[in-house]
């Protein structure tokens, strides 16, 4: 059994809330340096203009890159050999309560119905797989209301197939339009269960935009996808062009003979995420 | 792309200049609300009682800030997704409210209200927030502090960066998306 202090998950945490909404991760800002250069329309560059100076200037004063700091999202690998005395819940909800704080992040927390703020971003929403081992891998993501509601889960016919998910795909990105702050980056779920499906999304949202999956099948998939909503035209902020969508990435999952779940996570061009390991 | 620098509180001649596409640098007073302040606002109006500011010649900036830091007025301020108060705006538009700013698509009936009441629609890069916050030089809490970031802010504003997205004469700048289909 290896001891993990609770203090020290705290403190990191809290330091990757605050350190992943100023400072843009490295493969999106070539994401958009790569934009700025090669966008068709004169408003789609001046979106990745202001995108690049924005990234500068809160790395420089330390507001935060969105005023959207988003729900704080966990996504926990926990060797079945860590103990963490006091409790991990415990040790990740309080990191990330003082980072939200310290940093000055939006706290953006309401109850469902009576829409009041709980006032300091809780609860933290983490996802734990136990993985073999010792060690702790946490990683988090600030995952903004905007691109969130601009998401959706659906259960395909499994007659439906491949094509059935690409109509779905390429559907969600239209009727979004301009209001998910595109270029976005698209996390999707195929297969599982009805809740499993936008958990694997998600965390496909971890992956640098540039990997390539290790499944050529899946990775053509994946490349396909984007080739698709990118003839959309939509561009960056909805102003037209060919920068619709950064990356598309896929998770599959068994799933039910009866199903073909299919859940599409849409994430904006803001895409803040870091990780810890122990 | 034609650019006009306009001062608030905007006029019906101010919204007659303006097309779907042009720059426009807004200087002056703007109004922050977003969900929870217009909910608020409506309940005001149902009341017959006073609302916190005066609509007539009015923008108002769907925007929640985060905290600001010392030694600034605000911290990151972009704009938020504005298809959320579709069904407040045509109620604040007859009552004088002359834009709106934001980001994303509006409702039919919200672009006839522009049409109706002569009022436009401006877009703010999304994502952008702490960019945007410099053009931010105050900003002041002056109703329902209790909604935190969704606090009414009086903001005073100096050649904040917007595109007309709706103008009053039925343009729209939004790409279509391009179905096959």
């Given at each position: ?5 609770a ?27 790569e ?13 990745f203009?202001?995108?690049l100076?924005?990234?500068d ?9 969105c ?10 690998e ?5 103990f963490v ?6 040790a990740i909800?309080?990191?990330?309560v ?8 939006r ?7 009576s ?5 300091d ?9 136990f ?46 339009g ?5 270029p976005?980056i698209?996390?999707i779920?195929?297969?599982g ?10 965390k496909?949202?971890?992956r640098?935009?540039d ?37 598309v ?12 779940p ?14 810890v390991?122990? | ?5 306009l ?37 005001l ?11 007539k010649g009015?923008s ?8 600001a830091?010392?030694?600034?007025p605000?911290?990151?301020a ?6 959320r108060?579709d069904?407040?705006a ?9 834009a ?5 698509k ?6 006839a209200?522009m ?15 702490a ?13 329902f ?37």
């Amino acid at each position: 059994m290896r001891e993990i202090k609770a203090a020290d998950i705290t403190a990191a945490v809290a330091q990757m809330c605050m350190s992943a909404n100023t400072k843009l991760p490295a493969d999106v800002r070539r994401k958009f340096e790569e934009g700025y250069k090669n966008e068709t329309t004169e408003a789609g560059r001046e979106i990745f203009r202001q995108l690049l100076e924005n990234a500068d200037l809160s790395a420089d004063t330390k507001l935060p890159l969105c005023q959207d700091c988003g729900l704080a999202i966990f996504y926990v690998e926990l060797g079945e050999d860590v103990f963490v005395p006091g409790g991990l819940n415990k040790a990740i909800t309080e990191g990330m309560v003082a980072g939200y704080k310290d940093g000055f992040l939006r706290k953006s927390s309401c109850d469902p119905l009576s829409r009041k703020n709980t006032g300091d971003n809780t609860p933290a929403i983490i996802h734990i797989d136990f993985v073999p081992g010792d060690r702790l891998k946490i990683s988090y993501m600030a995952k903004g209301g905007g691109s969130e509601n601009m998401s959706r889960v659906t259960m395909l016919s499994p007659s439906q197939g491949w094509e059935g998910i690409k109509k779905f795909v390429v559907s969600r990105v239209a009727e979004a339009g301009p209001n998910p702050c595109p270029p976005t980056i698209l996390g999707i779920g195929i297969g599982g269960t009805f809740e499993q499906a936008p958990k694997i999304a998600k965390k496909a949202l971890l992956r640098k935009l540039d990997d390539v999956h290790p499944d050529p099948k899946v990775a053509a998939m994946e490349a396909e996808l984007l080739t698709a909503v990118n003839k959309l035209g939509i561009g960056p902020m909805g102003l037209g062009g060919s920068y619709t969508c950064l990356a598309v990435k896929i998770a599959l999952a068994p799933c039910h003979i009866a199903s073909l779940p299919l859940a599409v996570n849409v994430q904006c061009h803001s895409a803040r995420h870091e990780e810890v390991e122990f | 792309m034609p650019t006009y620098t306009l001062n608030t509180p905007l006029t019906d001649a101010d919204i007659d200049s303006l097309r779907a596409g042009d720059v426009v640098l807004l200087n002056g007073i703007i109004y922050s609300g977003r969900d929870a302040a217009h909910k608020k606002l409506m309940e005001l109006l149902d009341a017959g009682k006073p609302l916190p500011f005066d609509l007539k010649g009015a923008s108002i900036y769907y925007v929640g800030p985060s905290p600001a830091p010392p030694g600034r007025p605000i911290g990151s301020a972009g704009p938020t997704t504005s298809y959320r108060m579709d069904a407040y705006a045509p109620r604040l538009h007859a009552l004088g409210l002359k834009a709106t700013i934001g980001k994303g698509k509006r409702s039919d009936e919200v672009k006839a209200a522009m049409r109706e009441h002569k009022a436009v629609y401006f877009g703010a890069t999304g994502g952008a927030g702490a960019l945007l916050s410099k053009c931010i030089t105050a900003s002041k809490v002056i109703a329902f502090d209790e909604l935190g970031p969704e606090a009414i802010r009086e903001m005073t504003v100096k050649d904040f960066p917007l595109l007309v997205i709706n103008d009053a004469v039925g343009g729209e700048l939004y790409a279509k998306p391009k179905l096959d289909d």
